[in-house]
Structures are given as structure tokens and as C-alpha cells.
């Protein structure tokens, strides 16, 4: 759909920039990309992560319960804030972004 | 006793508050104050219905007996709701477009709208979810018996306490879950309550949690240190349960009928999933947090042998904390009812809707019915079946009375239900998914669960003969219910999860791949497939208004502003609603149906008006009905194009020929004037030197004869002009006579040489003629076809402007028509002249004008009279005119 920044040809130095408000539009729309991706990457990092304690069995002193509880419930905690980051930061990004990729009506 | 009634007096306060709040906020919806019920908080707290008192009591006896794998109930749904993005985001947007009303409803709208299907769904989802409902019931029951006299588990069955319980929530749900005939099948008020009963749980365990950790253990950092010193202190778990449990629960999060109801049907706005897609994992979380420590703990201080689903209460009753013990019993009460309350009323949508309805229908076949007599059958069908769920939990619970440990039927259900999952996903990111193949793939998930599972949950010998364990049905090893095909997993559970979702999704792939899908089923299947928000904007709450709009808005399109305003006006005065919009009621819709059906057609209009007021589904009939109007449609203006392409051609040649008389009048006016002026200045010569003859004396007599021929020749050239229009005349009146006689046309064109050129003197123009050509005997009438010949020479000699003129005379014979042509070198006639030059009085220049425009004209007539025509050729240099005239003149004058 649009070119990402790094498609935008550089600025010469010490000229106002010309079009400012469509790189402004292209910025956030990437942007609003990467948020999304960032949402699908999310759950996928979680299972990884959950599943991770299952490859601790074979080392030579058994791990302790409880730094598995709580290397398991940092987890979680650190994925639901982020994806709570996550969450306000695309909704600040669809409020400004003109292409709203059939979002919301 | 006491402590018993206190229980009861307590439940029945709790449930009042229910009644209070549901009732509360159902009023609230009513009267229209719907923003803090659509709350996404609110949303995300009645989410909360999937930790059920199997949760609150059965995770820590889970923990207690199997270490850390009851953590993986609660990982896979937090991952679910992680990647909201996926699946969810999407899974709402089709239920709010589509209207789904529940997951049966979902799969056989997605499938074509197959009823088989909802069936197949409904059963699983009640078989799957009877169990479950037992469940509930048994924990209620353990949980009153904690507080009352030490009873032995096994007599537990025989307590009325289900019963009651069953009872109390069957009104409730009945009450408050079919209050209204929603389309969207929201329930305010059961949210709303269900919030409510959230809160409540995830308190009583904190409380426990926080009493066990800083009022027992002494801290975090003593819990911990106590954790690792108990049984379940070093990290041990099955990696497979693990993986496949976490598997099995997100799976079960999607589709679980309650599940479903809450998180899709009761889902109202991208907003609520957006806070839920991170709050709710923040509640799980908190909800699984003290399950460890309450275990550890319980195994510590309680006595050997104590059931560890009950530590929740048994632990503060063992410390004296009757508070926090009533406490928790609240929390697991409420954890049963919210759950019982939820999967009641999805599961009594389905059964209604799926099963009831349809042969309710069609019993009714063929007999009128009035909306208002269906309306009623509905909601008794949903009470029906309401109480119906209920009394089969209840049922399920008094016979196998209370006989495993909680979390086993949990997981029994949730393998059930998860059959769904592939056609489920399949139906909403695989186009090619059809109905054959869901069947299929339903069919074989189901089957194997229950072979593999279900009835070997009853216990060997129970359902299935013991034989069958050990040997295999009829000595076949390989069919063996816990090791299929001689694979064993050492876990009952993995291996029937292995083997049913596997073999379910190989049969849906196989079968959606070897079927064709009907038009229904891939008009489905697109919109499902590629579900988008548009259009589907937050529903109103207030059902009818969301729809007078959307059919107001079509209407507009489809009629223009000012009449639709005007129609919905008038049938909002017919239904005494002065300055509101009409309520979308069966007669409103029936005109506005006719209405429209004249701009778009019937069957377009009906189509149109079911979608939106999402009552009557577009059937293939309906689609059917669609293209036949339009191909309708397409051939009219197809006609309309070829009339009017007609009338243009017709337009066109009215156009030339105006044109053509208009020059005729101009032309005409002119020669008028010019003979006019041709009459009048011989007349004028005539009386001139006449006057000069009667009135001068002694004129000369060379004066006299020279004035006399003066007036002689005038006179003369007048006759001319009189004898030309008189021939002419005569030509076209058909009057003349032809005088047939058989000549050479070589004599006849020397003739009209040597007459044409006879008064030239020398200086005149060059003809060249091929006299082989020429040897043609013609029978026709010699003098006028002469005269014709001399006009057209004589033509060429006056109005030749070459520097040295010269005409040919070519003769062809074409299949028995002579060609005469007579060609210039000269410039031609102009070509807007060329169709004028025929007409009489045609002329085209001025300046030469030695003839009266008449030569032409009768030209013409003669050829036409002798069988032939005349034309003129364009583009061959010069002038060029040519004859054609028949070999054998046969055609005599009339």
C-alpha cells in the first residue's frame, strides 16, 4: 500500500521539508504495522516461553518449584502489560492513522 | 445444623443479590442507560466463567496430587487471549455480522446454513457439557458437607442440596435468560450478575491466598522456601500433559458453549476484547497465583488423607476462620452458579434453536401461523430446554454420584468439546472448508473421543466389556480404546487427544477436499473467511431502533432522501410515533419490502430487507430469484439500447435529408431569382428595341433587320428556356413517348460529338474515344439518348477549367449494362454539389451560367426512362459522369 520510511528519498539538509504531512501519514501507518505484528508475535513468545521449563528436566540438580512459579508468573505478568502497552498503543494509532485497514467503520 | 443454615441463609442472600443485580441491569438497558454495561471491564469480568468450581476447588486438589500441570488450564486461554489479534478479533466480528447465537449456530451458518451440523454441534456440546454441569452440582454439595458433620464422600450422591441447587438455578436462568427474544441473544442482566459472581470469586481465593501467605507461612519468602520443601518442590511435570493440556484448554476457551456465549454472542465492540485480550490473562493469573501455596500448605497442616479438592475450605475451617471459610464457599458457590447459569443458557439456545424449532416446524407444516404464536414457542422451548440441561446435570450427578476427582471429568469435557476446534478454525480461515467435510471430520472426533475416552472414563466393565481393554473388541488388539492402533501415550487422556483431533482434522482436510461446496455454502464461506468490520459497527442496544436505522439508510440509497423520509414518516404517524422512526414491525417491513421492490425487484428487496433486519437469511432461492430479476433487467436495457441505437440511424438519415432540402429550397430560391432575371432580360432587349422600331422614324433598313433579329433571338432563347422546362416537365409526368429504334452507339455518340462542338470554334476541347469499345448495337430511342450525350459533353466543354481540356469517353460492357463514361480533366464538381447537380435548376457556378440548370435534370429523366441511370463519379480527377443503360432495351415507355 505505502512505502515504508526508508523508501522516502533523505531531505537535503537545512531545506523545510516539502510534504510533511504524508510522511507524517506514511510513519504512522508503519508504524501501526508494526504494532500489529507486534500483537500476533506476542502469544507465540508466550508459548515459547511456556514451554521452555520443559527442556530444564535434564540438568544434573532438579529445579527448585519455586523459581519455576516464579519465573512462570513473571511470564505472565510481563505479557499482560505488554500486551496492555500493545492494546493503547494501537488504539493511539488508528485514532491518528488515516488508514484505518478496515478496522473499525 | 446451625452452621447449615447459616449456609443456606447465606446462599439465598447471595443468589437474591443476583436477582438483584441482573434485574438492575436489565431495567437499565431498558431505559436505555447501556454505557456501563457495555463497559469493557464488565466484558472482561463475565469472561470469568471459565474458572468454574472445578477451578476453585479442583486446581488445588490438582496441584495438590499432579504438581504443576494445573497451571496449563489457565496458560492456554491466556494465550488465546494474547493473540486476540488471531483469532478472537475475527471470530467476534463474524458473530456480530452474522448474528451467531451460538457455536452451533456458527458452524452451521459457516456450512451452508446445515441444520445436520447444528444438530451434531448441540449434541456434542451437551454431551460435553452435562458432565460439567454434575461437576458443578457435586462441588456445591461437597463444599455444604464440609461445614456439616464429617459424611463419607461416597454417601455424598444421596444429599438434596443438587437438587435444590439445580432447582434454584434453572428459575434464575429461566428468569433472566429468556426474559427477551434478542436477535443478538444479549443478556444484560446475566452479565451483569456474572460480573458480579467474578469478583467474588477471585476475592474469597485472594483472601485465602493472603491468609495463607503472610497468616500461616510467614511471608513470600517462607512460602517459598516452604514450597520447595514439600512434595511438590522440585520441578517435575510431564512434558507431554504439558504441552498437550495447554493445547487442550485453549482449545476448549474457544469452544466451550459458555465460552462462546460470553465471549462472542454477549460481545458487543472491539473495545471490550481490546481490554479483555490483556486484562483477563492479568485475571487468571491472579486466579491460579495461591494455588500452590494453598496446596502446599494444605498438605502440611492438614491430616493425612483429607480430600484435596476441599483444601480451600477445610484449611481456614481447620485454623478457625469460619469467616474466610463462608467466604470461600461463596466464591466456589458462585464459581458453580455463574458457570451453571451461562452454559444453560447456550446450550438451551442451541437445543432450541437446533433441534426444538425445526421439528416443532415442521410438525406445524403447512398450517398459518402468526409471528407472535412463534415467538411464544420459542421462548417456552428455550425454558424447556433451560430446565431440561439442568435436570440432565442433575441426573448425571445422582447416578454416577460424585465418583472421581474433579479435574478428570474437566478434562473429559473439555477433549469433547475441542472436536469443534478444526472445523471451527478451518470454517473461518479456509475458504475451501464444505459441509461434507465438517461432517466428516465432527463425525470422527467425536467417535473417537467417545471410543477412547468417555466411556472408558465410566470404568472398564461399566459401558464397555473389560475384555475390550485388554484385548480389543472381538480380540483386535489394534482397536484397543486407550492404545488405538498400538500407540499408547501412557496417558489416557493424551492418547484420545492425539488420536481424535488428529484423525478429525485428517477427515474435515480429506473430505472438504474430495466434496464440492454448495452456492450457499461458498457464499458463506467467503463472507465468513474474509469477515471485515465494515458496516458492523457497535449494534445499538435498543435492537429496533439499530434496525429502523439500517433500513432507513438502504431505503435512502435506494429510493432518494426525500421519498424515503416521506415513507418512513408516514409509517411512523400509521404506527402513532410522531417524530421517531417507525418501529421495523411485520407490517412496516411488508411496505417497505413493497416499496422497494419497485426500484430494485421483489426478491432483491426481500433479500435486502432480511439482511438487515437479520430475521429471514438470504436463501440460494432468494439469490436465485436475484439473478433472474436482473438478467430481466440486463435484456430490457439491452432492448432499450437497440431501439435507441435504431432511432439515432434514423435521426441521422432525417438529418441528411433535411439537410439535402434545405439546400434544394436555397437552390430553388436562387433559380428563381436567376430565371427571373434570365426571363426579364430578353423581355427587356425585346421591348427595348421593339419601343426603338414603333417610336424612331427613319431608322435605316440594316438598323431595322438588325433590330428585328435582336428581338428574333431573344425571342428565340426564351422558347428555348420554355421548351427545356416544358420537356422537363413532360419527362417527369411520364407523358413522353420513346421512339425505340436499333442504332450503334458509335453513330450515336458521333452524332452528340459533332452536335455538342458544332457552334465551337477550334479552340475547343479534346474528346478521346476508344472506338472498339464502341461497337454496341442498342435498341433505344437514338434521338433522346443523343440528347442526353450532347448535355453532358457540351457540360464538359463549358465548365472544364484544365489548361487544355480534354474529356474521355470510355465504354464498358459489365454483364448486360453499357457503361458510358464521360471523364474530365478539369477540376470536378465540388462535393457538397455532387447530390444537387441531378435537381433541377441545379447550377454549379454562377458565373458560367449559359444554361438555365435544366440539362442535367432532364438528362436524368431520359436515362431513367430508358431503363438506365445516370450518376456521378466521385474521386476520378475531374468531372465524371457516367451512363449505364441496359444492351437489350426491352422496356418500353408505360
Same mark, same amino acid.
Given at each position: 500500500?505505502?512505502?515504508?520510511?526508508?523508501?522516502?528519498?533523505?531531505?537535503?539538509?537545512?531545506?523545510?521539508?516539502?510534504?510533511?504531512?504524508?510522511?507524517?501519514?506514511?510513519?504512522?501507518?508503519?508504524?501501526?504495522?508494526?504494532?500489529?505484528? !507486534? %500483537?500476533?508475535?506476542?502469544? +507465540? #513468545? /508466550?508459548?515459547?516461553?511456556?514451554?521452555? *521449563? &520443559?527442556?530444564?528436566?535434564?540438568?544434573?540438580?532438579?529445579?527448585?518449584?519455586?523459581?519455576?512459579?516464579?519465573?512462570?508468573?513473571?511470564?505472565?505478568?510481563?505479557?499482560?502489560?505488554? !500486551? %496492555?502497552?500493545?492494546?493503547? +498503543? #494501537? /488504539?493511539?494509532?488508528?485514532?491518528?492513522? *488515516? &488508514?484505518?485497514?478496515?478496522?473499525?467503520? | 445444623?446451625?452452621?447449615?443454615?447459616?449456609?443456606?441463609?447465606?446462599?439465598?442472600?447471595?443468589?437474591?443479590?443476583?436477582?438483584?443485580?441482573?434485574?438492575?441491569?436489565?431495567?437499565?438497558?431498558?431505559?436505555?442507560?447501556?454505557?456501563?454495561?457495555?463497559?469493557?471491564?464488565?466484558?472482561?469480568?463475565?469472561?470469568?466463567?471459565?474458572?468454574?468450581?472445578?477451578?476453585?476447588?479442583?486446581?488445588?486438589?490438582?496441584?495438590?496430587?499432579?504438581?504443576?500441570?494445573?497451571?496449563?488450564?489457565?496458560?492456554?486461554?491466556?494465550?488465546?487471549?494474547?493473540?486476540?489479534?488471531?483469532?478472537?478479533?475475527?471470530?467476534?466480528?463474524?458473530?456480530?455480522?452474522?448474528?451467531?447465537?451460538?457455536?452451533?449456530?456458527?458452524?452451521?451458518?459457516?456450512?451452508?446454513?446445515?441444520?445436520?451440523?447444528?444438530?451434531?454441534?448441540?449434541?456434542?456440546?451437551?454431551?460435553?457439557?452435562?458432565?460439567?454441569?454434575?461437576?458443578?452440582?457435586?462441588?456445591?454439595?461437597?463444599?455444604?458437607?464440609?461445614?456439616?458433620?464429617?459424611?463419607?464422600?461416597?454417601?455424598?450422591?444421596?444429599?438434596?442440596?443438587?437438587?435444590?441447587?439445580?432447582?434454584?438455578?434453572?428459575?434464575?436462568?429461566?428468569?433472566?435468560?429468556?426474559?427477551?427474544?434478542?436477535?443478538?441473544?444479549?443478556?444484560?442482566?446475566?452479565?451483569?450478575?456474572?460480573?458480579?459472581?467474578?469478583?467474588?470469586?477471585?476475592?474469597?481465593?485472594?483472601?485465602?491466598?493472603?491468609?495463607?501467605?503472610?497468616?500461616?507461612?510467614?511471608?513470600?519468602?517462607?512460602?517459598?522456601?516452604?514450597?520447595?520443601?514439600?512434595?511438590?518442590?522440585?520441578?517435575?511435570?510431564?512434558?507431554?500433559?504439558?504441552?498437550?493440556?495447554?493445547?487442550?484448554?485453549?482449545?476448549?476457551?474457544?469452544?466451550?458453549?459458555?465460552?462462546?456465549?460470553?465471549?462472542?454472542?454477549?460481545?458487543?465492540?472491539?473495545?471490550?476484547?481490546?481490554?479483555?485480550?490483556?486484562?483477563?490473562?492479568?485475571?487468571?493469573?491472579?486466579?491460579?497465583?495461591?494455588?500452590?501455596?494453598?496446596?502446599?500448605?494444605?498438605?502440611?497442616?492438614?491430616?493425612?488423607?483429607?480430600?484435596?479438592?476441599?483444601?480451600?475450605?477445610?484449611?481456614?475451617?481447620?485454623?478457625?476462620?469460619?469467616?474466610?471459610?463462608?467466604?470461600?464457599?461463596?466464591?466456589?458457590?458462585?464459581?458453580?452458579?455463574?458457570?451453571?447459569?451461562?452454559?444453560?443458557?447456550?446450550?438451551?439456545?442451541?437445543?432450541?434453536?437446533?433441534?426444538?424449532?425445526?421439528?416443532?416446524l415442521r410438525l406445524r407444516e403447512g398450517t398459518a401461523s402468526v409471528s407472535g404464536d412463534v415467538r411464544n414457542v420459542v421462548l417456552l422451548s428455550r425454558r424447556l430446554s433451560i430446565a431440561g440441561v439442568l435436570l440432565l446435570g442433575y441426573l448425571y450427578y445422582a447416578l454416577s454420584g460424585g465418583r472421581t476427582e474433579l479435574a478428570a471429568i474437566g478434562l473429559i469435557a473439555f477433549t469433547g468439546v475441542a472436536q469443534v476446534l478444526p472445523v471451527l478454525m478451518g470454517g473461518i480461515?479456509?475458504?475451501?472448508?464444505?459441509?461434507?467435510?465438517?461432517?466428516?471430520?465432527?463425525?470422527?472426533?467425536?467417535?473417537?473421543?467417545?471410543?477412547?475416552?468417555?466411556?472408558?472414563?465410566?470404568?472398564?466393565?461399566?459401558?464397555?466389556?473389560?475384555?475390550?481393554?485388554?484385548?480389543?473388541?472381538?480380540?483386535?488388539?489394534?482397536?484397543?480404546?486407550?492404545?488405538?492402533?498400538?500407540?499408547?501415550?501412557?496417558?489416557?487422556?493424551?492418547?484420545?487427544?492425539?488420536?481424535?483431533?488428529?484423525?478429525?482434522?485428517?477427515?474435515?482436510?480429506?473430505?472438504?477436499?474430495?466434496?464440492?461446496?454448495?452456492?450457499?455454502?461458498?457464499?458463506?464461506?467467503?463472507?465468513?473467511?474474509?469477515?471485515?468490520?465494515?458496516?458492523?459497527?457497535?449494534?445499538?442496544?435498543?435492537?429496533?431502533?439499530?434496525?429502523?436505522?439500517?433500513?432507513?439508510?438502504?431505503?435512502?440509497?435506494?429510493?432518494?432522501?426525500?421519498?424515503?423520509?416521506?415513507?418512513?414518516?408516514?409509517?411512523?404517524?400509521?404506527?402513532?410515533?410522531?417524530?421517531?422512526?417507525?418501529?421495523?414491525?411485520?407490517?412496516?417491513?411488508?411496505?417497505?419490502?413493497?416499496?422497494?421492490?419497485?426500484?430494485?425487484?421483489?426478491?432483491?428487496?426481500?433479500?435486502?430487507?432480511?439482511?438487515?433486519?437479520?430475521?429471514?437469511?438470504?436463501?440460494?432461492?432468494?439469490?436465485?430469484?436475484?439473478?433472474?430479476?436482473?438478467?430481466?433487467?440486463?435484456?430490457?436495457?439491452?432492448?432499450?439500447?437497440?431501439?435507441?441505437?435504431?432511432?439515432?440511424?434514423?435521426?441521422?438519415?432525417?438529418?441528411?435529408?433535411?439537410?439535402?432540402?434545405?439546400?434544394?429550397?436555397?437552390?430553388?430560391?436562387?433559380?428563381?431569382?436567376?430565371?427571373?432575371?434570365?426571363?426579364?432580360?430578353?423581355?427587356?432587349?425585346?421591348?427595348?428595341?421593339?419601343?426603338?422600331?414603333?417610336?424612331?422614324?427613319?431608322?435605316?433598313?440594316?438598323?431595322?433587320?438588325?433590330?428585328?433579329?435582336?428581338?428574333?433571338?431573344?425571342?428565340?432563347?426564351?422558347?428555348?428556356?420554355?421548351?427545356?422546362?416544358?420537356?422537363?416537365?413532360?419527362?417527369?409526368?411520364?407523358?413522353?413517348?420513346?421512339?425505340?429504334?436499333?442504332?450503334?452507339?458509335?453513330?450515336?455518340?458521333?452524332?452528340?460529338?459533332?452536335?455538342?462542338?458544332?457552334?465551337?470554334?477550334?479552340?475547343?476541347?479534346?474528346?478521346?474515344?476508344?472506338?472498339?469499345?464502341?461497337?454496341?448495337?442498342?435498341?433505344?430511342?437514338?434521338?433522346?439518348?443523343?440528347?442526353?450525350?450532347?448535355?453532358?459533353?457540351?457540360?464538359?466543354?463549358?465548365?472544364?477549367?484544365?489548361?487544355?481540356?480534354?474529356?474521355?469517353?470510355?465504354?464498358?460492357?459489365?454483364?448486360?449494362?453499357?457503361?458510358?463514361?464521360?471523364?474530365?480533366?478539369?477540376?470536378?464538381?465540388?462535393?457538397?454539389?455532387?447530390?444537387?447537380?441531378?435537381?433541377?435548376?441545379?447550377?454549379?457556378?454562377?458565373?458560367?451560367?449559359?444554361?438555365?440548370?435544366?440539362?442535367?435534370?432532364?438528362?436524368?429523366?431520359?436515362?431513367?426512362?430508358?431503363?438506365?441511370?445516370?450518376?456521378?463519379?466521385?474521386?476520378?480527377?475531374?468531372?465524371?459522369?457516367?451512363?449505364?443503360?441496359?444492351?437489350?432495351?426491352?422496356?418500353?415507355?408505360?
Amino acid at each position: 500500500m505505502t512505502r515504508p520510511p526508508g523508501g522516502v528519498p533523505p531531505r537535503p539538509p537545512g531545506k523545510p521539508p516539502a510534504r510533511h504531512a504524508p510522511f507524517q501519514i506514511e510513519r504512522q501507518s508503519f508504524r501501526r504495522r508494526r504494532l500489529i505484528d !507486534a %500483537a500476533c508475535a506476542l502469544p +507465540l #513468545l /508466550g508459548w515459547v516461553l511456556w514451554w521452555l *521449563p &520443559l527442556l530444564w528436566r535434564g540438568a544434573d540438580a532438579p529445579m527448585p518449584a519455586s523459581l519455576v512459579l516464579v519465573y512462570i508468573f513473571g511470564i505472565w505478568l510481563g505479557l499482560a502489560l505488554a !500486551a %496492555a502497552r500493545l492494546v493503547r +498503543l #494501537l /488504539g493511539g494509532a488508528r485514532n491518528t492513522s *488515516p &488508514l484505518p485497514e478496515g478496522d473499525d467503520p | 445444623m446451625s452452621t447449615l443454615n447459616l449456609l443456606a441463609a447465606i446462599s439465598i442472600a447471595y443468589v437474591a443479590l443476583l436477582f438483584g443485580v441482573a434485574f438492575f441491569a436489565e431495567r437499565a438497558a431498558q431505559s436505555g442507560r447501556v454505557r456501563w454495561l457495555r463497559a469493557p471491564i464488565v466484558y472482561t469480568l463475565s469472561l470469568s466463567i471459565y474458572c468454574t468450581a472445578w477451578t476453585f476447588y479442583g486446581a488445588v486438589g490438582s496441584a495438590a496430587r499432579n504438581g504443576f500441570e494445573y497451571l496449563t488450564i489457565y496458560l492456554g486461554p491466556s494465550l488465546v487471549m494474547l493473540g486476540w489479534w488471531w483469532i478472537l478479533r475475527k471470530l467476534v466480528r463474524i458473530g456480530r455480522n452474522q448474528r451467531i447465537t451460538s457455536i452451533a449456530d456458527l458452524i452451521s451458518s459457516r456450512y451452508g446454513k446445515s441444520n445436520l451440523l447444528g444438530i451434531g454441534v448441540t449434541i456434542l456440546a451437551v454431551i460435553g457439557t452435562t458432565p460439567y454441569i454434575a461437576l458443578q452440582l457435586q462441588s456445591v454439595t461437597l463444599s455444604v458437607e464440609v461445614f456439616s458433620e464429617p459424611v463419607p464422600i461416597e454417601e455424598a450422591g444421596n444429599s438434596l442440596t443438587a437438587f435444590w441447587v439445580a432447582a434454584g438455578l434453572a428459575v434464575f436462568t429461566v428468569i433472566f435468560g429468556t426474559r427477551n427474544l434478542d436477535a443478538n441473544e444479549r443478556h444484560h442482566g446475566v452479565v451483569m450478575a456474572i460480573a458480579v459472581e467474578a469478583v467474588v470469586k477471585l476475592t474469597a481465593l485472594v483472601a485465602l491466598g493472603v491468609f495463607v501467605v503472610w497468616g500461616l507461612s510467614g511471608g513470600v519468602a517462607a512460602t517459598l522456601a516452604r514450597i520447595d520443601a514439600s512434595e511438590l518442590g522440585t520441578w517435575q511435570v510431564n512434558n507431554g500433559r504439558w504441552a498437550g493440556v495447554m493445547l487442550l484448554s485453549a482449545a476448549a476457551f474457544l469452544c466451550l458453549p459458555r465460552m462462546f456465549q460470553v465471549l462472542v454472542v454477549e460481545n458487543d465492540n472491539d473495545a471490550q476484547l481490546r481490554m479483555a485480550a490483556w486484562a483477563f490473562p492479568l485475571y487468571l493469573m491472579a486466579m491460579s497465583l495461591f494455588i500452590v501455596p494453598i496446596a502446599v500448605t494444605g498438605l502440611d497442616l492438614l491430616p493425612e488423607g483429607s480430600n484435596p479438592d476441599l483444601f480451600v475450605l477445610t484449611l481456614p475451617l481447620s485454623q478457625g476462620q469460619e469467616g474466610l471459610a463462608l467466604l470461600a464457599f461463596l466464591g466456589g458457590f458462585s464459581s458453580a452458579t455463574s458457570m451453571v447459569i451461562v452454559a444453560a443458557i447456550a446450550l438451551s439456545t442451541m437445543v432450541s434453536n437446533h433441534i426444538v424449532m425445526p421439528v416443532w416446524l415442521r410438525l406445524r407444516e403447512g398450517t398459518a401461523s402468526v409471528s407472535g404464536d412463534v415467538r411464544n414457542v420459542v421462548l417456552l422451548s428455550r425454558r424447556l430446554s433451560i430446565a431440561g440441561v439442568l435436570l440432565l446435570g442433575y441426573l448425571y450427578y445422582a447416578l454416577s454420584g460424585g465418583r472421581t476427582e474433579l479435574a478428570a471429568i474437566g478434562l473429559i469435557a473439555f477433549t469433547g468439546v475441542a472436536q469443534v476446534l478444526p472445523v471451527l478454525m478451518g470454517g473461518i480461515f479456509w475458504r475451501g472448508a464444505t459441509r461434507v467435510g465438517a461432517l466428516a471430520g465432527l463425525t470422527a472426533g467425536f467417535s473417537i473421543w467417545v471410543y477412547t475416552l468417555y466411556l472408558p472414563s465410566f470404568g472398564p466393565g461399566t459401558v464397555l466389556p473389560a475384555s475390550w481393554f485388554a484385548d480389543g473388541p472381538l480380540g483386535i488388539t489394534l482397536l484397543r480404546p486407550e492404545a488405538l492402533f498400538g500407540v499408547s501415550f501412557d496417558d489416557k487422556l493424551l492418547h484420545a487427544v492425539f488420536w481424535s483431533l488428529l484423525l478429525n482434522t485428517l477427515a474435515f482436510v480429506g473430505g472438504s477436499l474430495f466434496s464440492a461446496a454448495s452456492p450457499l455454502e461458498r457464499l458463506q464461506g467467503a463472507q465468513f473467511v474474509s469477515a471485515r468490520a465494515a458496516g458492523a459497527g457497535p449494534r445499538s442496544w435498543l435492537q429496533s431502533t439499530a434496525e429502523s436505522e439500517d433500513l432507513m439508510v438502504m431505503t435512502q440509497r435506494i429510493l432518494g432522501p426525500d421519498e424515503a423520509q416521506a415513507l418512513f414518516l408516514r409509517e411512523a404517524r400509521a404506527q402513532g410515533l410522531e417524530g421517531e422512526l417507525p418501529a421495523p414491525t411485520p407490517e412496516f417491513l411488508q411496505v417497505l419490502e413493497r416499496e422497494l421492490a419497485g426500484s430494485v425487484g421483489a426478491a432483491t428487496a426481500h433479500a435486502m430487507v432480511g439482511q438487515i433486519t437479520g430475521g429471514a437469511m438470504v436463501s440460494v432461492e432468494d439469490l436465485m430469484a436475484v439473478a433472474d430479476e436482473t438478467a430481466q433487467m440486463m435484456e430490457y436495457s439491452a432492448r432499450l439500447e437497440a431501439q435507441s441505437l435504431e432511432l439515432s440511424r434514423t435521426a441521422a438519415q432525417l438529418r441528411r435529408a433535411n439537410d439535402k432540402l434545405t439546400r434544394l429550397s436555397v437552390q430553388k430560391d436562387a433559380f428563381l431569382s436567376q430565371i427571373s432575371h434570365e426571363l426579364r432580360t430578353p423581355m427587356s432587349s425585346i421591348r427595348a428595341f421593339s419601343e426603338i422600331l414603333r417610336d424612331t422614324q427613319g431608322l435605316t433598313r440594316a438598323d431595322q433587320n438588325r433590330y428585328a433579329s435582336i428581338i428574333h433571338d431573344e425571342a428565340m432563347r426564351l422558347t428555348r428556356l420554355l421548351d427545356d422546362l416544358l420537356d422537363l416537365s413532360v419527362l417527369e409526368n411520364g407523358q413522353v413517348n420513346l421512339n425505340l429504334t436499333e442504332g450503334r452507339l458509335e453513330d450515336i455518340l458521333d452524332r452528340a460529338v459533332s452536335a455538342a462542338l458544332a457552334d465551337e470554334a477550334g479552340s475547343g476541347i479534346r474528346v478521346i474515344r476508344r472506338r472498339v469499345g464502341e461497337q454496341v448495337r442498342l435498341t433505344t430511342d437514338v434521338e433522346r439518348l443523343s440528347q442526353v450525350f450532347i448535355n453532358l459533353i457540351s457540360n464538359a466543354r463549358k465548365y472544364c477549367d484544365a489548361e487544355a481540356p480534354e474529356l474521355q469517353i470510355v465504354v464498358t460492357d459489365a454483364r448486360g449494362q453499357l457503361l458510358v463514361d464521360f471523364i474530365d480533366n478539369g477540376s470536378g464538381v465540388a462535393p457538397e454539389a455532387q447530390d444537387v447537380i441531378f435537381e433541377k435548376f441545379a447550377r454549379v457556378s454562377d458565373q458560367k451560367a449559359g444554361g438555365a440548370g435544366l440539362g442535367l435534370a432532364i438528362s436524368r429523366q431520359i436515362v431513367t426512362r430508358l431503363g438506365g441511370e445516370i450518376s456521378y463519379l466521385a474521386d476520378r480527377g475531374g468531372a465524371a459522369f457516367r451512363v449505364v443503360l441496359p444492351v437489350r432495351q426491352e422496356m418500353a415507355a408505360q
